[in-house]
């Protein structure tokens, strides 16, 4: 094609096009909203699967954690530090290794005493993760990891927000409870700590020795002191695999078992756990962008045999133009040429517009998930984006034009002008048209069905009871660095600290106890008298009030007395959960325990109603331990009036009329903690039933389109039927036997492939999918009922327009 004749084509296709104003615009409104759903989720999977993450020689870094074996069970993923230390001393596997681990620390000498996220490293980490730096430097490497050197580095959001961007930072101090550290470097805003670190929102990098949970002189972090977070991050030597790596790791644990045997009696081994750091940081959230991008896919599919109808519908109308040209002389190559330029104009600007939404929509996906799912800050419209983005363009344009030629019979268009518009343009064959309706049925049962299972877990976890009241009720635990007083002596503190927050304005009741309504837990096990020990299950430390304060009953037995507040006893309460599963066919009321110490069981005061952690319920189904809250710290629950707010300044003021050296360690709104924890299923319920919603939209509108175009071409064979005396119920049973076998086994197909997908794929999904068959059942019969609808919806609109009037038409 010339370049004069290209031009002049293009002029036309874009003239046709304007002309045709209904037919572009749901054409292009239609691509451009389902292709950037689509480019978004591709640039998710492209992030989760193909773009390289900025570590070092990310092939072979790997993660190594820890799997704690006993007899009748293991504990994969929480580690000692004895073991990371000895991993990171007696490294023969590792190019370069990094000892990490995150945390929380108040920074005393900043306004407001705030709790900030922190990383405790070793030198290698800067390396490993590329720490790119803005102002100033990076700590000063060490000899050995225990060596304590004061500095540390600030993420660039913390200098902002509390150094107000100036560079003097470089050399001022922050002051924790342990020490003094002075800030040598502020690191730059791109950067941000692996999700598997607090989530990517790390503020302040320590050396890993200033981590005073296991480096301090006195009571360092024992065998048996397990951390989630606690990990050797490493480099592979060139020819290492994951088995060779843990082969080696596992037998230098091996030299020092009689350490971590008298730390940790009842263990039988410890295997080292060695993950690629993709897989490591990702966890499970990679089925979830693989759900996402199936149901994407459906989309955009359901999307295309909609607009494969427009075209259909198009050639109707454009067989008379393309006729003309025929007889003027155009060949048949040059008529494709022009339906493939107006496909490709059509193409074009759909996905420009879909990739401009998709811009929005990625800021958007970013401020949804950035804290609640890895690598979000890197979503981007990148290289795989844009090359799906081309091929689309190019696959669809060629596609609609095929579909539009495969209806002109090109031999027959010079015979077109003679003909009245006979024969021109061939109809959809009625197999045709079943295979269409029973695509269309099928992508969108599968999408509305799969779309119900998540949303029936989201709901799930949003109905069920938590298991405490959150309204208007605050978390408060202050703490006292430097009250050296025995327990006996601190426990006076706990009313004193009590009736000082009363005095707050608005404080309407003050109950003793922290509160496991927080996004993060801790766990811990007991072992029974005969040895046994359990598995981890979530805990707290609460007050003889605490029950009663946030509504979670006590089934049987009592709360704790006042001698185990003072620590003169020990006791504690389990749920119902735990009952059932360390005494399935009795009460654990009155049974002992070891725990904590060793010498003093501690013994089963109460059962109580279950606690029902959203983020963990399916791990531990309700199951929490209630530990005596004695005077180590003070930790209060505070119900305030209904349109009142707590606040720490409030409480510092408050706590310091006690003791002005008190501390603020924590400070939660129950709602806000509760909102947080559920954020996600939020989103996701109302994802699904966007989801849900526009797909039978789009096939609503598929399905009504193709039986009307076909059941319009079928109104002289309608009409003959009338004249020979058919009813209309006559007619109503035929045409609807023509449609609903198709209809009828894809959907059968689709509930199919839905359920036994789940059966086989249960486990991996079973964090964001349910099958439950109440909802599954409503589903089913909505979906039949919106079947039924576009299919009898157009056949009414054909027979009540009176197709026998077309026989005088013709």
Same mark, same amino acid.
């Given at each position: ?29 239609? =691509? ?22 900025? @570590? ?30 000895? /991993? ?26 705030? +709790? ?53 930072? &470089? ?29 990517? +929102? ?57 350490? /971590? ?5 009842? &263990? ?26 199936? %149901? ?5 599919? &359901? ?42 104009? #059509? ?12 811009? /929005? ?93 998540? #949303? ?9 009871? #938590? ?73 707290? /430390? ?6 009663? $304060? ?56 109460? &059962? ?52 002005? *050296? ?49 059941? %319009? ?7 003959? *039927? $009338?004249?020979?005396?058919? +009813? ?23 509930? %199919? ?11 991996? @999904? ?11 059942? %409503? ?15 157009? $056949?009414?609109?054909? =027979? ?11």
């Amino acid at each position: 094609m010339n370049i004069v004749r290209f031009n002049n084509q293009f002029k036309l296709a874009v003239q046709s096009l304007r002309q045709a104003k209904g037919f572009s615009s749901a054409i292009i409104l239609t =691509l451009s909203l389902t292709l950037a759903c689509f480019f978004v989720v591709m640039s998710l999977v492209s992030s989760y699967f193909v773009k390289p993450l900025n @570590v070092e020689n990310e092939q072979r870094l790997v993660i190594v954690e820890q799997e704690n074996v006993y007899e009748d069970k293991s504990s994969p993923g929480y580690q000692s530090f004895q073991s990371i230390e000895h /991993w990171y001393k007696n490294n023969q596997v590792f190019e370069k290794a990094a000892a990490v681990v995150s945390g929380q620390k108040i920074i005393r000498n900043l306004p407001g005493q705030p +709790k900030i996220e922190v990383t405790y490293a070793s030198d290698e980490y800067y390396e490993l993760f590329r720490m790119p730096i803005l102002l100033g430097r990076h700590t000063e490497p060490v000899s050995h990891l225990g060596e304590k050197i004061q500095e540390v580095v600030i993420s660039y959001q913390f200098w902002q927000k509390y150094f107000d961007g100036q560079e003097s930072v &470089i050399g001022k101090s922050i002051q924790t409870n342990d020490a003094q550290f002075t800030i040598v470097g502020v690191v730059d805003q791109s950067f941000s700590d692996p999700f598997m670190f607090n989530k990517g +929102k790390g503020q302040i990098w320590f050396k890993f020795s200033a981590d005073a949970r296991y480096y301090r002189e006195e009571n360092p972090s024992p065998w048996y002191n397990l951390f989630g977070t606690l990990k050797l991050v490493g480099v592979l030597k060139e020819g290492e695999t994951n088995s060779s790596a843990k082969a080696q790791l596992h037998q230098v644990l091996q030299d020092i078992k009689s350490q /971590w045997k008298e730390g940790f009696p009842n &263990i039988v081994d410890l295997v080292p756990i060695v993950t690629s750091f993709r897989k490591a940081e990702l966890g499970d959230n990679n089925y979830l962008a693989l759900l996402l991008l199936a %149901g994407v896919i459906g989309l955009v599919l &359901i999307a295309l045999l909609n607009v494969s109808n427009l075209f259909v519908s198009r050639a109707v109308v454009k067989h008379k133009q393309l006729a003309l040209q025929a007889v003027l002389g155009a060949k048949r190559k040059v008529i494709f040429q022009s339906i493939l330029l107006e496909t490709s104009v #059509l193409m074009a600007l759909s996905v420009f517009i879909a990739l401009f939404l998709a811009a /929005w929509g990625i800021k958007l996906f970013k401020a949804l998930g950035m804290g609640f799912l890895p690598l979000v800050s890197s979503l981007t419209l990148d290289s795989m984006v844009l090359v799906s983005a081309l091929l689309c363009c190019i696959v669809f344009a060629w596609l609609f034009a095929w579909v539009s030629s495969r209806l002109i019979n090109f031999s027959q268009l010079r015979a077109q002008v003679q003909s009245s518009g006979k024969g021109a343009v061939s109809q959809i064959s009625a197999k045709t048209v079943k295979i269409m309706i029973a695509v269309q049925l099928f992508v969108a049962s599968c999408l509305v069905i799969g779309s119900t299972m998540v #949303l029936s877990k989201s709901l799930e976890t949003l109905h069920r009871p #938590l298991g405490s009241d959150i309204d208007n009720l605050y978390a408060v635990q202050i703490y006292v660095p430097g009250l050296d007083d025995d327990l006996s002596v601190r426990y006076k503190y706990i009313e004193l600290y009590r009736q000082a927050l009363y005095q707050i304005d608005g404080v309407t009741k003050v109950g003793h106890g922290g509160s496991p309504v927080e996004y993060n837990i801790r766990a811990s096990t007991v072992t029974d008298m005969s040895g046994k020990e359990s598995v981890f299950i979530p805990q707290a /430390w609460v007050g003889q009030d605490y029950f009663e $304060m946030t509504g979670l009953k006590i089934i049987e037995g009592r709360t704790f007395s006042e001698a185990a507040l003072r620590g003169e006893k020990h006791e504690f309460l389990v749920t119902k959960a735990v009952n059932d599963l360390l005494k399935p066919d009795g009460s654990l009321l009155g049974e002992k325990f070891l725990s904590f110490d060793p010498d003093n069981p501690v013994e089963v005061v109460g &059962i109580t109603e279950n606690f029902n952690h959203p983020k963990s319920f399916g791990k531990h189904r309700g199951r929490h331990f209630w530990w005596a809250s004695q005077a180590y710290s003070f930790p209060y629950i505070v119900k305030m009036e209904e349109g009142k707010a707590l606040n720490r300044e409030l409480v510092f003021q408050a706590a310091h009329t006690v003791d002005e *050296r008190a501390g603020l360690w924590r400070l939660t709104d129950f709602e806000k903690e509760y909102a947080l924890m559920t954020y996600m299923e939020r989103i996701t319920r109302n994802l699904c039933i966007m989801l849900a919603l526009f797909t039978l939209f789009l096939a609503g509108i598929g399905i009504y389109g193709v039986l009307s175009y076909n059941l %319009g071409l079928r109104r002289y064979e309608l009409g003959i *039927r $009338m004249a020979l005396g058919a +009813k209309n119920k006559k007619l109503y049973k035929q045409l609807f036997q023509d449609t609903i076998m198709p209809l009828a086994a894809a959907f059968c197909l689709a509930v %199919g492939v839905c359920v036994l997908g789940y059966r086989l794929f249960g486990k991996q @999904v079973q964090e964001y999918m349910l099958l439950n068959p109440v909802w599954l059942t %409503g589903v089913c019969i909505g979906i039949l009922g919106f079947a039924l609808f576009a299919t009898l919806y157009p $056949m009414s609109k054909v =027979l009540k327009a009176k197709p026998m009037a077309s026989l005088r038409q013709e």
